[in-house]
T-cell receptor, first 115, second 108 residues
Framework: DVKVTQSSRYLVKRTGEKVFLECVQD?????MFWYRQDPGLGLRLIYF???????EKGDIPEGYSVSREKKERFSLILESASTNQTSMYLC??????????????FGQGTRLTVV | QKEVEQNSGPLSVPEGAIASLNCTYS??????FFWYRQYSGKSPELIMF????GDKEDGRFTAQLNKASQYVSLLIRDSQPSDSATYLC????????FGRGTSLIVHP
C-alpha cells in the first residue's frame, strides 16, 4: 500500500558533502514537491515539478537543486551541505484536478542532520 | 505571498469535548482546502478536504469553508487522546500551501 517512498528515514552527513534525497511515487502523479519542515516554521516549499525534466523554484531554493528524469522519481540535491540544512525533508505528490490539486500524498520523511 | 495562517496553539481540550481548529487564507484563487493530521516524527496524513462553501461531515470530523471570509475550520467531536497531534491546514490552487499547524492536546 506504499504510495510515496523516500530513500532514507535518517541521514547524517558532514558539512560540505553533496547529499541526494530520493523520492519515488507509484500513483502516476504529475506533480511532485520537496518541502522542509522545521519547528515553528511549518512546511516550506523548496522545489516542485509539474512534469518530467521540468522544475520550478519554491520559496527557499537556495542551496538546493532537483532532478526529475522519470515521472515517478523526484530527487533533491544539497550541493554542499551546511548545518542550517539540518531538517526534516518531506516529499509529496499530487495530481491536478477540476478544483485545483488533489490531496498531497507524503513520503515518510527524511530526518537529515548535517554535522 | 499566498499564505495560510493558523494559530500554533497548543489547543488543550478535555477528552470528549469538541476541538475547534481554525485557518485563514489569502489566495482567493484557492478552490480546494485540506486538513492533515501529523503525529510527532511522522509525515502528514489527510483527514478531510472541502471544495464548497458550507459544512462537510465525516464521522467525528466536520470541515467548514467560508470563501467570502477566506476561512476554513475543522471541528473534532468527542475528542480522544489519540487525536493529540498537529493539524495542518492547506490550500492553494495548484501548489499546496500549508499553514504552520495547530498543536492539539486532548487530556484524559
Amino acid at each position: 500500500d506504499v504510495k510515496v517512498t523516500q530513500s532514507s528515514r535518517y541521514l547524517v552527513k558532514r558539512t560540505g558533502e553533496k547529499v541526494f534525497l530520493e523520492c519515488v511515487q507509484d500513483m502516476d502523479h504529475e506533480n511532485m514537491f520537496w518541502y522542509r519542515q522545521d519547528p515553528g516554521l511549518g512546511l516550506r516549499l523548496i522545489y516542485f515539478s509539474y512534469d518530467v525534466k521540468m522544475k520550478e523554484k519554491g520559496d527557499i531554493p537556495e542551496g538546493y537543486s532537483v532532478s526529475r528524469e522519470k515521472k515517478e522519481r523526484f530527487s533533491l540535491i544539497l550541493e554542499s551541505a551546511s548545518t542550517n540544512q539540518t531538517s526534516m525533508y518531506l516529499c509529496a505528490s499530487t495530481n491536478p484536478g477540476s478544483s485545483g490539486n488533489t490531496e498531497a500524498f507524503f513520503g515518510q520523511g527524511t530526518r537529515l542532520t548535517v554535522v | 505571498q499566498k499564505e495560510v495562517e493558523q494559530n500554533s496553539g497548543p489547543l488543550s481540550v478535555p477528552e470528549g469535548a469538541i476541538a475547534s481548529l481554525n485557518c485563514t487564507y489569502s489566495d482567493r484563487g484557492s478552490q480546494s482546502f485540506f486538513w492533515y493530521r501529523q503525529y510527532s516524527g511522522k509525515s502528514p496524513e489527510l483527514i478531510m478536504f472541502i471544495y464548497s462553501n458550507g459544512d462537510k461531515e465525516d464521522g467525528r470530523f466536520t470541515a467548514q469553508l467560508n470563501k467570502a471570509s477566506q476561512y476554513v475550520s475543522l471541528l473534532i467531536r468527542d475528542s480522544q487522546p489519540s487525536d493529540s497531534a498537529t493539524y495542518l491546514c492547506a490550500g492553494g490552487s495548484y501548489i499546496p500551501t500549508f499553514g504552520r499547524g495547530t498543536s492539539l492536546i486532548v487530556h484524559p
